[in-house]
């Protein structure tokens, strides 16, 4: 059976809208298993699945985890750091060994652009980019188009900016690619230095003051400003930052409308995000962290082959 | 008397530098060329006389390949001196330049010597040494230019690491100059280039690959230009890869600087494109650009802008290659493929004849590095390349000569096939049916 997203799930930018749009909805019969009592059900009973994190990460590698144990397959953690990788093994022997003892899905997490594609092509097993570099990190894209979708009711035609450090994120280019393909209408706002040269061929508009960009979007998804971004001369301070293009209170409240406000963490509060904005009203920063789990369910259950319209008896037991 | 002769009998004998673009036989004697035309007196009766038919082949003073990392000292296990030099003997190549970033560096002159007499002992395509510009290349003093160039080096450079101090660039361009040697020169700034895997525009954008501005080059590139201008050294710029570079020279060559520019076959070639899917095969520095650079490029060879085509050849391991793309080193290997790329690229599509074709790969490099070779007149070295420009075949990187296997053209069918290689009137590649 050819599943309907092919192998693997490497990034948004290989996917059409109607893949997209098949994986947000496959994970709506999925969000309830994570409000039951017993949060398990069999779907994925006796499936092997490893998280392969060669980067530190809280949020996705647990998220994906429970994904994984709710849907009751038996999954591993493997972080670098304590690993035959720090013994200096390359990706491609320690994917071939992990495969030797006969693994269905690998979750990778990189800190290289394309590990997660280079790995596919060099392993049976089904793969999904946690976050490859500053490539792409399709899961969360497709969490942030759930949220996103929950709120609007549609995805066609709203007006999301993607606030910060674009060039280094990973995030935001899925976000891109996703959003344009579902049809929304995509800016970008931050300092140029943080933009990537060629982001005008993106098909994005470009904001250059965080007040014009709060003017024009119905959402915005605001990066986790890296600090180590400072250290490589990109911005002068964080303090500077903060002051024109941290996303305030104030800031919000000049515009009459509501503006929905997206993070995909961690944040550091009081440089991109207040605090009072973080935890204020229109915050849905927290829902992207549950829809995250049962995103991540719908692309587990599909890449195993799972049919789309069986994912509620799949639930039971039944046929996938 | 017995003399060792070679007749290269009825082939179209193509040589830029005697005007010569005519069928005929070319006959060596003794490791030289003795003479070229139709109905040469040759004397049959001669035992030492070999004949080979060149019927439908081009018949060209042998290709030089002024730009190549042969890895030896240091990563014998990637290439050799002999290894390197049978792969320049199948690609074509009668004479290579060797440049000095191995381990040790040639910087000194044993370390040119030792490469020598390698050169010797492996009996194939000829190998000249060039000499690092400072000592370990690491940019600080000035390495022993006199007595390198004396134990055989023909020119420096520290390729792949470029020079970051303006005055000594400008130090090495005027002490090379009191030798009469080029000073070639890779153009990066440092500061731009740093961490950067692939050119910077839409596909590193997308890819997530920290990029190399075209202005890494071109800073560099007219940096040096500039102080070629003002010490009358020769300044030659390796592997030029982007259309402002193409401008930049031609500012400098109308303004009678002492400036030569070389270009390499993949940068003619191919495009940031191949990059798509994170293939490390096609990484190299300075990496593929766009469509409009390859376009400039390609017009800089046909007007004369650029002198050269080199290959860069860069073997690595299979094991470095077959990593994550921004740990995977750069380069890819070219002595074997050079002139099929060059023909399937620029020759079938008119851009350029094959007598242009000769002129960048044999004539030019000659003349610019002041070699032996490169001409057809009576008493020059008896180094020719015989080759097929119509004859198509794929590239299989398992049969290279050369012990790397990193090239993008792997499975291509490309046109333009070398049929044999002589050095010193003899035959040192014939292809094998």
Redesign the interface.
Known sequence: MTAPLGKDLLGL?SLSGDQIRLILDTAEPFKEISERAIKKVPTLRGATIVNLFFEASTRTRVSFEFAEKRLSADSVNIAASNSSVSKGE???DTARNLEAMRIDMVVIR?G????A??LAERIESNVINAG?????HPTQGLLDLLTLRDHFKRLDGIKVCICGDVLHS?VA?SNIWGLKKMGAIVGVCGPRSLL????D??GVTVFNRIEEAIEWADALNILRLQLERMQGGYIPSLREYNRVFGVTRERLDRVKRDVLILHPGPMNRGVEIDSDVADGPFSVILDQVTNGVAVRMAVLYLLSGGKPELAEAAKKGGER | MTTRALLLRGGHLVDPSTNTDAVGDLFLCDGKVEAFGSRLGVDDDNPGLETIDCRGLVVSPGFIDVHCHLREPGREDVETIATGARAAAAGGFTAVCAMPNTDPVTDNQAAVGFIIRQAQIANASRVYPIGAITVGQKGIALAEFGEMIAAGAVALSDDGKPVASAQLMRTALEYARTFGVPVADHCEDPTLALGGAMNEGAMSAKLGLRGIPSEAEEIMAIRDILLARRTGGHIHLCHMSTKGSVELIRWGKERQVNVTAEVCPHHLSLTEDCVDGYDTNAKMNPPLRTQADVDALQQAVRDGTIDVIATDHAPHHYDEKEREFADAPNGIVGLETALAVNITWLVKPGIIDVKTLVEKMSCAPAKIFHLPGGSFRKGSVADVTVFDPKATWTVDAKRFRSKGRNTPYGGQELTGQVHLTVVDGRVIYRRQD
């Open positions: 930018e390359t990706l491609v990189h290289a652009s394309g590990a594609q280079f490859d570099g500053t490539h792409e990973r280019r990537p040269n060629a982001i061929d993106m």
